[in-house]
């Protein structure tokens, strides 16, 4: 499960929430020194511009960034919210936080969710015993991404395949699901056995 857990998205003071209001940390581990609140005050506009596109996939990337800067120091998540927001004034509204992009890039770059999953798969591989299996939920196409093309090198009609996969198609939630757990709306099963 790559999802970041329940009760720090609910405690303002691991800043992870776009609703509550706390400091910009956003650490899963803390022990270490990067912080949220040192890369929206630090970083220069090209840098956090590159964060929100490849982290966030926010399509208002630039403008976003341009008002980070203009506003800074920033140092709570209602701030940063509050800023972000500023961006989506034109756009009509939605029934999710116009930040909830921007919160998702800057922790994945906290805590270098992408490359330490891209590090990881391989070796939950090597872990599997025959028949064994794996099976990874993934709560945004970034991660998603990483997930599926993993599988794909290691599974197939190919002799070397090491993998079968048991996903063809990722499982989602269902309705039913979603009325009692919202937040996995955007969760995606995929899985495998070794050979």
Same mark, same amino acid.
């Given at each position: 499960?790559?999802?970041?857990?329940?009760?720090?998205?609910?405690?303002?003071?691991?800043?992870?929430?776009?609703?509550?209001?706390?400091?910009?940390?956003?650490?899963?581990?803390?022990?270490?020194?990067? *912080?949220?609140?040192?890369?929206?005050?630090?970083?220069?506009?090209?840098?956090?511009?590159?964060?929100?596109?490849?982290?966030?996939?926010?399509?208002?990337?630039?403008?976003?960034?341009?008002?980070?800067?203009?506003?800074?120091?920033?140092? *709570? *998540?209602?701030?940063?919210?509050?800023?972000?927001?500023?961006?989506?004034?034109?756009?009509?509204?939605?029934?999710?936080?116009?930040?909830?992009?921007?919160?998702?890039?800057?922790?994945?770059?906290?805590?270098?969710?992408?490359?330490?999953?891209?590090?990881?798969?391989?070796?939950?591989?090597?872990?599997?015993?025959?028949?064994?299996?794996?099976?990874?939920?993934?709560?945004?196409?970034?991660?998603?991404?990483?997930?599926?093309?993993?599988?794909?090198?290691?599974?197939?009609?190919?002799?070397?395949?090491?993998? *079968?996969?048991?996903?063809?198609?990722?499982?989602?939630?269902?309705?039913?699901?979603?009325?009692?757990?919202?937040?996995?709306?955007?969760?995606?099963?995929?899985?495998?056995?070794?050979?």
């Amino acid at each position: 499960d790559l999802g970041v857990s329940s009760p720090h998205l609910d405690s303002a003071s691991r800043g992870f929430s776009v609703k509550l209001d706390g400091p910009l940390d956003m650490r899963m581990d803390k022990r270490q020194t990067l *912080t949220a609140e040192y890369i929206v005050n630090n970083y220069d506009e090209a840098e956090l511009v590159r964060i929100l596109q490849r982290n966030g996939e926010e399509p208002r990337a630039k403008k976003i960034a341009r008002l980070i800067v203009a506003h800074r120091p920033i140092y *709570t *998540t209602k701030q940063l919210a509050e800023t972000v927001a500023k961006s989506a004034s034109w756009i009509k509204p939605s029934k999710h936080h116009p930040a909830i992009r921007t919160f998702q890039a800057i922790r994945i770059a906290v805590n270098d969710e992408l490359n330490l999953l891209e590090q990881a798969i391989p070796i939950w591989f090597e872990l599997l015993a025959p028949k064994g299996r794996i099976a990874i939920i993934s709560f945004h196409s970034l991660e998603d991404r990483i997930v599926k093309q993993s599988f794909a090198e290691v599974t197939g009609e190919r002799y070397d395949a090491q993998l *079968t996969l048991l996903t063809k198609q990722p499982i989602v939630g269902d309705e039913q699901e979603l009325v009692f757990n919202p937040r996995a709306r955007s969760a995606k099963l995929r899985a495998a056995v070794k050979k």
